[in-house]
């Protein structure tokens, strides 16, 4: 079946730094892939998403390109900051619910 | 509109009793599944529903069984609860505009199960 697999955390960077959290999936045909967010004590929230091969979702300075030939969806960030601290998690659309990877969670310090 | 509806936000159970997780959406979506989440594990599919009056396991349905009366509610039952059960519960409904995928998600029941 189809399955996301994300880097394992703990991710720890200080402010300012490059973030990366790779992602990569299997699927048949080509799923819609996302990433969500998830604060301490909060729900799921949408980060991004992309619908097919070489769209870029982007979002408060994250982005992900949708790379068909790799199968990946790497989320990236140029500056972090430490509010961006939390736990992302990939994901892919298969035609009946959404598939998540197992989640980065990200710690930022100032 | 209010999106997806989950009760409660907290339950603590006791070994063997039963409970109902509750969901509803007023969206008219006919995807729902029922997620749990626990540390390490990402959120893991238990069940979900492609419509009224149908419904399938997902990678976890052990200890749980769902049903899909009407579109709107997709309740999620533990008829004997276990420790092994004590997680964070998401419900979500799914839609596709123009082909592409809107998911929307309850706010979480946290169970504890002693």
């Known amino acids: 079946g189809d399955s996301v697999t994300q880097m394992e955390g703990p991710v720890t960077l200080s402010e300012e730094a490059f973030l990366t959290i790779n992602c990569t999936y299997t699927a048949t045909g080509y799923p819609s892939l996302f990433w969500y967010v998830q604060y301490p004590g909060e729900g799921l929230q949408l980060l991004l998403k992309a619908t097919k091969a070489d769209d870029k979702g982007s979002n408060k300075g994250f982005e992900a390109t949708y790379r068909k030939e790799t199968t990946s969806f790497h989320l990236e960030k140029g500056s972090v900051q430490v509010s961006d601290s939390a736990v992302y998690f990939c994901a892919l659309r298969e035609r009946t619910a959404l598939i998540f990877g197992k989640g980065t969670t990200l710690s930022v310090s100032s | 509109n209010a999106g997806v509806t989950q009760t409660p936000k907290f339950q603590v159970l006791k070994t063997g009793q039963s409970m109902t997780l509750q969901c509803a959406q007023d969206m008219n979506h006919e995807y729902m599944s029922w997620y749990r989440q626990d540390p390490g594990m990402g959120l893991r599919l238990i069940h979900y529903?492609?419509?009224?009056?149908?419904?399938d396991q997902g990678e976890v349905p052990n200890g749980y069984n769902v049903s899909r009366s009407t579109t709107e509610d997709f309740p999620l039952r533990l008829l004997s609860a276990a420790p092994s059960q004590t997680s964070v519960y998401f419900c979500?409904?799914?839609?596709?505009?123009?082909?592409?995928?809107?998911?929307?998600f309850g706010q979480g029941t946290r169970l504890t199960v002693v």
């Open positions: 529903s492609v419509g009224a009056g149908i419904t």
């Open positions: 979500a409904s799914i839609f596709s505009p123009q082909g592409g995928t809107e998911a929307f």
